[in-house]
């Protein structure tokens, strides 16, 4: 379906007041209620025949040139103050001055439900189009597109379900650009994704805060399933000491990105490896023979994850440190910087935490599957 923006021409047959530029001040506080009243249409433009003067614009509801519709009273005042000149007025409101909502009323058959809101990641809108709708999903992408542009440059709808074991959907760029990397700001965080890549679900940002409130600085934090880190981030800034993991090899590239952004990379330690070895591990050996996963390429998200099946200890490549060195030089571009503000605790190094003896708070964000994933032993 083409979208045809002149359809949504308005034209609205006005009268306006020519008034000298300096007066226009007063003349508005005369003629309150009586100018032209309508949202983003200001009411006083240029008069394209004199630069001196600008038109006042009246409301719909004055429909004589004699100005009878205004009491006689503030038509008094109003020629005290200058002369008065009534002019006709022509605007058109286009397809530029009418919402996404009333433009997709017009466009999608009667009884076909409007797409009412979508989920922002930065630059990208995610539109959650099915059943009937995905045979207008490129005009209602455009009307979004146009409409929120340039606060979103890319619109995208999930295709399929999620099959894969990270989470992560596959999407068509409906229209805008092909970027899919973007950042996202919450609670004084920034992180850096590629939506393509990495799950990530704006939703869930009062929940991350919920949580995150719980903590105090100094606790030791075990997150499972970190994926770029909206947990394990702010945990960090509070000054916890936070051992991240997630199976998605992206999602620990973004999440040491992030901690590098935020400056908390010395109070976050990443892996990458299923969920039950790690905190296994965590628990049953002291931190310093568990190996966080060395930077590891970006992977798409549909390759699979190497894994080592033979439960042997990973070798030792430490990942984000407490001063951001890596012994065997498994991390880049990672390092504290001085006068740090996000310290675990005053003075306190994270080499003196023993998650294997204490851990403050464990978190699992998982999906309708963590009663299984809870109950397998």
């Not at 590891?296 to 070798?315: D, F, I, R, W, Y």
């Amino acid at each position: 379906m083409l979208l045809d923006e002149s359809k949504f021409d308005l034209q609205l047959k006005l009268w306006a007041l020519r008034i000298p530029s300096q007066l226009c001040k007063v003349a508005s506080r005369i003629l309150n209620g009586y100018l032209l009243d309508k949202p983003r249409v200001k009411p006083i433009t240029e008069d394209p025949s004199c630069e001196t003067n600008r038109y006042m614009i009246l409301s719909e509801k004055i429909q004589n040139p004699d100005l009878s519709d205004i009491p006689e009273d503030k038509l008094n005042e109003l020629k005290v103050l200058c002369t008065i000149e009534v002019v006709p007025y022509l605007l058109t409101l286009g397809y530029s001055y009418w919402s996404a909502d009333h433009v997709l009323k017009q466009i999608l058959p009667a009884g076909v439900e409007v797409p009412s809101s979508f989920e922002t990641i930065g630059h990208i809108a995610h539109l959650n189009i099915t059943g009937e709708l995905l045979t207008y999903k490129d005009v209602i992408a455009k009307v979004i597109y146009d409409k929120n542009y340039p606060r979103i440059k890319t619109i995208v709808n999930k295709v399929g379900s999620i099959t894969n074991e990270f989470r992560v959907p596959k999407f068509e760029i409906l229209v805008g650009k092909d970027d899919m990397v973007t950042e996202v700001k919450q609670y004084r965080a920034t992180f850096k994704l590629d939506y393509s890549l990495v799950y990530w679900n704006s939703r869930l940002e009062h929940e991350h805060m919920r949580l995150v409130s719980q903590f105090r600085p100094g606790q030791i934090i075990c997150d499972m399933f970190c994926g770029i880190g909206p947990f394990a981030i702010p945990a960090a800034q509070k000054g916890c000491l936070v051992y991240a993991n997630d199976l998605n090899p992206d999602s620990i590239h973004y999440l040491k990105i992030n901690a590098n952004i935020n400056k908390v990379d010395d109070n976050i330690w990443a892996y990458n490896m299923d969920a039950r070895k790690f905190i296994s591990q965590l628990m049953e050996v002291p931190v310093h023979e568990i190996a966080p996963e060395p930077d590891v390429p970006v992977l798409k998200a549909t390759e699979e994850c190497s894994m080592q099946a033979n439960g042997q200890t990973m070798p030792q490549n430490e990942g984000l440190t407490e001063n951001g060195a890596s012994d065997n030089a498994g991390v880049s571009g990672l390092g504290r910087k001085k006068d740090h503000k996000n310290k675990r605790t005053r003075g306190e190094s994270s080499s003196n935490s023993k998650p294997w003896e204490h851990v403050d708070h464990v978190i699992m964000n998982l999906p309708a599957s963590a009663i299984q994933f809870l109950g397998t032993p």
